[in-house]
Antibody, heavy 120, light 112 residues
């Protein structure tokens, strides 16, 4: 069974940093395009960014609101995806989900997400 | 960025009756590779999202056949032929053709 599990969320002050992790299992992680999606409290889904597999060039794309502040990376040897979040703003408060390719042929797995709260 | 506009915002439906959700994109979602990357997601109350439909009309494994997707270009529709109690939740369309990828604002389906 394909699974992902997010971790690393917490409370951080505006301007601070946080690194999220996503542990994957049940599929060949190195072949997967991996995605971060977030959901602010009571709001809709927002795509954060995606990293392609190394075989597809490892290209990384970001949503406009996070470009220049967030960095997505992957460690294929550990089957783990990361989201480094710097210069955090109050509006970054959300549950952060990791998943695979949202447009791929295989149904993307979802974890429970990890909550990030940016507050003074 | 491509803007995805869903309507209605809220959809009260009687059990057993059909429901239809519209999704419009600010640009054509037809890709140069011949595919149209328009997906639909369901999020039940208190749960993580789940993809129902990919590339306009392809149902994911285990998705009941009462769910169907259609459309092309900039206009897309998700239909539920007969709404059941377990269909309550918020439905999102999402485009995967143009970077950055974007979601619609969501449509809340509730039982009358």
């Amino acid at each position: 069974e394909e699974q992902v599990e997010e971790s690393g969320g917490g409370l951080v002050k505006p301007g601070g940093s946080l690194r999220l992790s996503c542990a994957a299992s049940g599929f060949t992680f190195s072949n997967a395009w991996m995605t971060w999606v977030r959901q602010a409290p009571g709001k809709g889904l927002e795509w954060v960014g995606r990293v392609k597999s190394k075989a597809n060039g490892g290209t990384i794309d970001y949503a406009t609101p996070v470009k220049g502040r967030f960095t997505i990376s992957r460690d294929d040897s550990k089957n783990t995806l990361y989201l480094q979040m710097n210069s955090l703003k109050i509006e970054d408060t959300a549950v952060y989900f990791c998943t695979t390719d949202l447009s791929g042929l295989r149904e993307p797995p979802w974890g429970q997400g990890t909550m990030v709260t940016v507050s003074s | 960025d491509v803007v995805m506009t869903q309507s209605p915002l809220s959809l009260p439906v009687t059990l057993g009756q059909p429901a239809s959700i519209s999704c419009r994109s600010s640009q054509s979602l037809a890709d140069s590779d011949g595919n149209t990357y328009l997906n639909w997601f369901q999020q039940r109350p208190g749960q993580s999202p789940r993809r129902l439909i990919y590339k306009v009309s392809n149902r994911d494994s285990g998705v009941p056949d009462r769910f169907s997707g259609s459309g092309s270009g900039t206009d897309f529709t998700l239909k539920i032929s007969r709404v059941e109690a377990e269909d309550v939740g918020v439905y999102y369309c999402m485009q995967g053709t143009h970077g950055p990828l974007t979601f619609g604002g969501g449509t809340k389906v509730e039982i009358k």
